[in-house]
Nanobody
Framework: LVRMVESGGGLVQAGESLKLSCTVSGLTFGNYAMGWFRQVPGKEGEGVSC????????YYADSVKGRFTVSQDNAKNTVYLQMTTLNPEDTAMYYC????????????????WGQGTQVTVSS
């Protein structure tokens, strides 16, 4: 059974930072690209970041480039999303997802998902 469990969300003020974690079990972590996505009710979801299975390449949405950093720890089967200089527009439910193969920022490419963690940024 594959499980992906996100954690680290919360309520912060604008300008502050949060670090999300996504711990994976039930699959060979190093064989999967990992993505971070966010969703606001009533709005289209957004691919935030992804990291290749090797961890050698990372990709970011323009809206978070320079503020967010994705990383992974293969020994802990965990992928992280360090978020800095948060603003109210970053408020969303954040999900991690996995796919076998190339890293994409489009959610339709991913077939394994976590349950999400809420990030709320107050102004």
């Amino acid at each position: 059974l594959v499980r992906m469990v996100e954690s680290g969300g919360g309520l912060v003020q604008a300008g502050e930072s949060l670090k999300l974690s996504c711990t994976v079990s039930g699959l060979t972590f190093g064989n999967y690209a990992m993505g971070w996505f966010r969703q606001v009710p009533g709005k289209e979801g957004e691919g935030v970041s992804c990291i290749t299975s090797s961890g050698g390449s990372t990709y970011y949405a323009d809206s978070v480039k320079g503020r967010f950093t994705v990383s992974q720890d293969n020994a802990k089967n965990t992928v992280y999303l360090q978020m800095t200089t948060l603003n109210p527009e970053d408020t969303a439910m954040y999900y991690c997802a996995a796919r076998s193969g190339t890293c994409y920022l489009a959610s339709s490419w991913y077939n394994i998902w976590g349950q999400g963690t809420q990030v709320t940024v107050s102004s």
